[in-house]
């Protein structure tokens, strides 16, 4: 078993591995950047080391967070999501210096981190995948030709891409003509390449992925799938497992699916197969090669400790379940409450956190690293939190998603906590009916008002009566 490992993240993540580790007994070391020095994760593990002034260099200098992970005597890097957690470079510098690295190997997270060589290797595989480029695109040209050949609307993509991010539609050829060079300079700007790729647009499809697991010996196993379809910008917001879209048979499909992609691949650890669903038809859409950020959801319905099973693999164990071992029960959602302005086209929303009340009772979860007084550091993620609630039906489930958002209270900066009250009182969600458009095409659901405090409805009362009595 491993002894102690390195946690290459910060937040809520670089908390959540703790836990994990404090559990098996194993020492954890958090590393941080100095706006970070208030961090819950430096506080939490065992050992925290300042990899300086610079907010972000720190957490994306394979090197020193290498050399950092020997001098204090890890045997594991643990890269949690973002940052280096898809890096092959960081990956493989692990491995020359031994230091084990919590994910599958260097070539596997390169050749699925292309999102065009992993589309060529679940062809080749057997999976189907969305029809479209065969590798990046040489020019405008060729996009205009293949955009023809398999018609609009089409989906032009970075091929590095990840995070929502450097993915457009385009619905005719003036559209691709004009997108062609943003895409190409927001995947240059964010991931460092401007490769590009195109596929056939899936019109209103539902996004499920499913939850690998996958040991050295050759065993893996599905742990069933999430819905995340409810997005913005292609960004998810609320994700819910199981999907309540899909029949038995289909769950079964997909999670075969996944378990032959992953095969194909010789992956191994924890990893997600995302596939975009219309009707009866699945496609292979991208694979992440890490631990994701919604991963709480399925270990809430299976009850497998999904970050253990990680540092398990790592440590040479056997997968501790077969797969008739994996069964689910109930619902999760999870709430991804970001530091915004739903109100203001999203806008984040940094600042000190005045006050912060956890929600509690049955089947509740926060995974977070903020607390009362706690700074958000501007130079981040703005998710601050993850409220996941579980029940043993829908609607129940809709109902306590309803009161634990109720329960908690976050004050001094503005979240997306209320916005998500309005999603789950919606009827098309109450009957489980939604697809990826769901957000987009109900923007009335941002005309909520924020819920008043006590003494404000105390107030407005007091002058509603007054009123009425002619004062
Ligand atoms: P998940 O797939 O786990 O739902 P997200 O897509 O929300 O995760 O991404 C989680 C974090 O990882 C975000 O901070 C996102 O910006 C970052 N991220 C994901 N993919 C990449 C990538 N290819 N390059 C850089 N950052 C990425
Ligand atoms: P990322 O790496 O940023 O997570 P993905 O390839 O997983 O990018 O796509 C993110 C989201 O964009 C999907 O969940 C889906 O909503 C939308 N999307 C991506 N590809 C397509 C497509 N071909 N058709 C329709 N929607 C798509
Ligand atoms: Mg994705």
Not at 26 to 32: C, D, H, P, T
Not at 378 to 385: F, K, Q, V
Not at 422 to 434: E, G, K, N, T, Y
């Amino acid at each position: 078993m491993l002894k102690k490992v390195l946690i290459a993240n910060r937040g809520e993540i670089a908390v959540r591995i703790v836990r994990a580790c404090a559990e098996m007994g194993i020492r954890s070391v958090a590393i941080y950047t100095e706006p970070d020095r208030y961090g819950l994760h430096v506080k939490r593990a065992d050992e925290a080391y300042s990899l300086g002034e610079d907010p972000l260099a720190g957490y994306l200098d394979p090197a020193r967070i290498v050399n950092l992970a020997l001098e204090t005597g890890c045997d594991a890097i643990h890269p949690g999501y973002g940052f280096l957690s898809e890096n092959a470079t960081f990956a493989r510098l692990c491995e020359e210096k031994g230091v084990t690295f919590i994910g599958p190997k260097s070539e596997v997270i390169h050749g699925m981190g292309d999102k065009t060589q992993a589309r060529d290797s679940m062809r080749a595989a057997g999976v189907p995948v969305t029809p479209g480029s065969d590798g990046n695109l040489a020019d405008l040209d060729e996009a205009l030709q293949l955009a023809g050949e398999i018609g609009y609307p089409v989906m032009l993509k970075a091929t590095s891409g990840g995070g929502g991010r450097g993915i457009r539609r385009c619905d005719s050829p003036e559209d691709l003509k004009q997108q062609y060079p943003r895409v190409i300079s927001e995947a240059t700007k964010a991931f460092g390449s401007a490769d590009v790729f195109l596929e056939k647009c899936i019109v209103n499809p539902r996004h499920i992925e499913v939850q690998i697991l996958a040991d050295r010996h050759g065993n893996v196993v599905h742990l069933f799938e999430r819905d995340c379809s409810i997005q913005r910008r292609n960004q998810k917001l609320i994700e819910i497992a199981p999907s309540p879209q899909l029949t038995p048979e289909q769950r079964q499909y997909i999670g075969g699916l996944a378990v032959k992609a992953a095969e194909a691949v010789d992956y191994v650890n924890a990893g997600t197969v995302e596939f975009l669903l219309t009707g009866n038809e699945v496609y292979f859409m991208e694979m992440n090669t890490r631990v994701q950020v919604e991963h709480t959801i399925t270990e809430a319905i299976t009850g497998v400790d999904i970050v253990r099973e990680q540092l398990r693999i790592a440590s040479g164990l056997e997968l501790s379940y077969r797969q008739e071992d994996i069964q689910y029960r109930g619902y999760a959602l999870q709430f991804r409450i970001n530091a915004e302005d739903p109100k203001n086209d999203f806008l984040p929303s940094f600042g000190r956190i005045s006050h912060y009340y956890a929600p509690g009772g049955p089947g509740v979860r926060v995974d977070t690293a903020i607390y009362t007084g706690y700074e958000i550091p501007p130079y981040y993620d703005s998710m601050c939190l993850k409220l996941v609630v579980w029940a043993l039906t829908w609607d129940e489930v809709i109902a306590r998603g309803i009161r634990a958002l109720d329960d908690m209270r976050l004050h001094g900066i503005k979240t997306t906590a209320n916005y998500y009250k309005q999603i789950l009182d919606h009827p098309d969600f109450r009957r489980h009916d939604f697809n990826t458009s769901f957000v987009p095409e109900h923007p009335e659901l941002l005309n909520y008002s924020e819920k008043r405090q006590p003494a404000e409805i105390a107030l407005a009362l007091a002058s509603a009566i007054a009123a009425h009595a002619g004062w």
